[in-house]
């Protein structure tokens, strides 16, 4: 009886992470550096541009 409650009690102090909350959104976009055109997603979430191999390649888009 007190498991379902604890359960629920970690879920509302935040300890508990649903899979919806680590979903990244993200766009398809081509990205300009030195001189050639890269591959990469826009992350909205951590405002960043990321390549297909998971480096960063700019931050802070201003949005």
Do not use: A, P
């Not at 993200?26 to 405002?47: H, L, Q, S």
């Amino acid at each position: 009886m007190e498991e379902w409650r604890r359960k629920l009690h970690d879920l509302l102090e935040g300890k508990t992470r649903l899979f919806e909350e680590d979903y990244r959104i993200t766009y398809r976009c081509k990205y300009k550096t030195n001189g050639m055109w890269v591959e990469g997603k826009i992350d909205f979430k951590n405002k960043e541009i990321v390549d297909r191999q998971g480096n960063i390649l700019r931050r802070d888009l201003g949005i």
